[in-house]
Every structure is written in C-alpha cells, then in structure tokens.
C-alpha cells in the first residue's frame, strides 16, 4: 500500500506508528541497563529498615548480572559466510562468499557484531542497517554496516509473512533536534523536529520534511527491501536478566542484612544481673559501666552477674546468598561453576550435562541471529551488485564451548574400536569437513617427511658374453 501524505508533506500514519514504536519499550530497556550496570532498587525491605539504613546501604549490592549476559554473548561468533544456491556455480559461490566476508572486514563487524548480540542479550533487541556509501570507492556502491542499540530502532512485521519487515524507524538527536528516518521495501522518509528537542516529541505535527539539496523526497530504495534487520533475543525480544531481577534483589537484601547485624553485633553486647537499678547507688555504679576499648566491667557484689551475647554468625547469610545464586543459575541455564569452583573442575560427560541448558541458548540463537545475518549480508551483496538470484547466506560459527581434549581423543579412540571410520569418529567430536581434510593433509606431509626415500635398485649386470 503506498503511503499517503498530508497536505503538509508528513506520512502522518508512518510518524505516529515510529513513535509509539520507538516508545513501546523504553522502560524495559532502561531497568535491564540499570540492572547491568549495579543500579539495583533496594527492593523486599519494610518502612522501618528503608526509614533506618536506606541511605547507608543505598550503594551496597553484589552485582552479579554482567556475567548472564557476557558468558552467552562471548561463546556467539560469525567466523565465515557461505554462498548456496541449486543454479550457483563453485566459483560463484566462493566468490560470493568472499566478498561477504570483505564487507565484515570492511565495517569491523570481528568488533561490532558482538556488540550488537550483545545488546539483543542485554535489552532483548538490538538493529543492523544497511545502506550503500559512494565515497568509499569512487564509483561503487560500498555496504555500510551500522549496528543500533534498542531504543534508537523500532521495526514492525508482515502480520502474515512471519519474520517479514514492513518498515523500520530510526531516530536520534543532531544539533539539538530530533531526527527522524523512516525505512520500507521501496523508499526513505526524512524528518526533523520543528524546534528544538531533547527527546521524541508526542506528535507527528512536531515534525517536518528533511530535505537534502540535490536529493530527492522520499528517497527511492532501490533493493525492493527494508533495510532495517532486528535482532532479537526471543519471541518477544526479552532480557536474559528479565527472569532473575528477583533473585538479584533478594541478593541484595540478604547482603544488607548481614551488614546491619555486623555493625551491630561488631561490639560486645553486654548484661549485667543480681543488681537493683533503682537504687541510687547501683544507678551510679551503672553510669561507670561504659562499653569501651579502655574500660572493664566490674562489682563488688558477689551475686551480681555479668556476661555478653554472642555475636552474629555471618555464614548463615552467606549461605543464604549462595542459595540466591544458585537459584538465579537454575533459572538463567548458568552453570554455576562460571561463578564459583567447588571441589575438582568439571570435565568430560560431567561438563557437558551442566552446561546442556547454555549449549541448547546459544544453538537457539546461531540459529535465530544467523538468519538475520545472512539477510544483512544477502542485502550488502544487493548493493554491490554481485547477487545472482535464487541465493541464499548461511553463516557459520565459531565453536566457542569448552573444549576436554584428552576426554575427546578417547571418545574418537573408543569409535574407531567400535568399528566407525577414522573420519567418521573425528567428524562425531566436531572436527568439520574442511578441519578433517586439513588434518589429514598435514598427516599426510609429515608422512612423507618422516619416511626415508627408497634407494633405487642398482641396474642389472650384463651376462657374461656367451663363447664358443
């Protein structure tokens, strides 16, 4: 459906939708941005502790939110793109493929596109745009690369083509206005804040045309294409630290608590029996009895009683937070032992069970996320003008889990004495293709250089001439 201006010039419809849009999650991206970086809310406690300790205790927590989003965006890593199609050519396709892997070089993307999964891990969504440059190489179209934290996009889909974006909206300040950039499959549409602004503004009628001389209005996207592309972290474009914000408090809260009981419990508490207060004498004796470095209680009276309380025994919060922990472990899919070794360090079938649930989070999203890789590298080659049709991009992953090399090596050792090939036993441990080729290369060279050459055979000897 083409769009519809008003008589003002504004796609009103399209600027009302990218602000409500941009606005939708804002929150949600804030909280698990302030939980990330240690702002936690002093959350779980009465009128009476906030009223007493809120302003002692209001900078004390034990942070342990970074490490459920760093671990899963650290095993997550583009290594190579690869080029199929049923009517593409070998060559083709390594030429296809090269030429991707030069516009991940050409825009950092070893950097960046961590930073962007790291972002969809961190707020639940995170944006890749794509969009040529002619200054790069004179004459070429150059496909640029530009990672977007959530909040700066907002993208909305085919109500009936899953995973299908209509249109894409893109904002930000520039000379102390807002700048508004609506994205779809045919055209650009520009737009600047009327006056100046610090934030969206509410309304589309705060807007006007962004003209560029030189440039047409709306630009024409000629990609048949939205050049927006969405990664998110679920269905719904969740935080992984959405599930354990409670566990985070409760943390908190525990740590608070010993600290109040230490500082209470840190001097003796004493008591003092067998001695009646209201008479003056004792009332007195009772002023000189001061809890002090310098000072010893004593009394005359034999049946006076003095004794202290015990203090506090801070291991029970301790355990009480390592429960905490824990819980936020089983819930995040965390192995604990990222966060604490007890005991021999994990290995072999043992490391793998705990680390089942992470393994299983991070094949979901190479899954997920090299869809839309493949998608931002299938639209770069559009501008390049290199893409044939009936092409698709795959990408492949670094293996980023841990690695028992011994428990491996015996694992393909017990296969091959099963009676599996020796490129089958290797193959089932993760050894791909080309590593097992390679291998078998090297083994092959070092064969050779280790085996003697065959001296050659002396030639015959003449029989003796025959006489008669």
Known sequence: MPPTYESNGLNVEAITWALKALRLKTRQYKRARDYYKGKHPLSFVTAKFRAAFADALCGMKAN??????DIPANRLGVKAFAAKGAKLGATDGERLALDAWDTWELNRMDVRAFDVMHEALLCGDSYVIVWPDEEITPGEMTPILYPHDAGTCAVEYHPERPGYVIRGAKWWLENKR?????????????YISTGPATSLPSSAGAFQ???????????????????????????????????????QNALNLTLCNMLVAMEFFSFPQRYVLGFDPANSAAEGELTEWKSAMDRIWFHWDKETQ????????????????????????????????????????????????????????????????????????LFAAKVRGTLPDGVRMVADWKDGTPKDTKAEAEAASALQGAGVSRKGSLTRIGM????????????????????????????????PAATE
């Open 64 to 69: 342990l939110m970074p490490p459920f989003v």
């Open 178 to 190: 807002v700048r508004l950039t609506i994205y779809t499959a045919n055209e650009v549409e520009k």
């Open 209 to 247: 045309r962004f003209e560029i001389e030189g440039e047409e209005w709306p630009l024409e996207n000629p990609y048949d294409k939205c050049p927006v592309f969405h990664f998110r972290n679920g269905k719904e474009g969740k935080s992984q630290l959405h599930d354990i914000e409670d566990g």
């Open 306 to 377: 003095m004794g202290q309380f015990d203090p506090s025994d801070p291991s029970a919060f301790l355990n009480v937070m390592r429960e905490f922990r824990s819980l936020m472990n089983e819930i995040a899919g965390i192995p604990p032992h990222y966060f604490s070794m007890s005991g021999a360090p994990p290995s072999g079938v043992a490391l793998a069970i705990l680390e089942t649930r992470l393994n299983d989070l991070i094949d979901r999203l190479k899954i997920a996320w090299g869809n839309v890789w493949a998608d931002v590298m």
């Open 432 to 463: 791909t293709e080309a590593e097992y080729q390679k291998n078998e290369d090297e083994r092959d060279a070092e064969t050779a250089k280790a085996t003697p050459p065959v001296a050659a055979a002396p030639p015959a000897a003449s029989p």
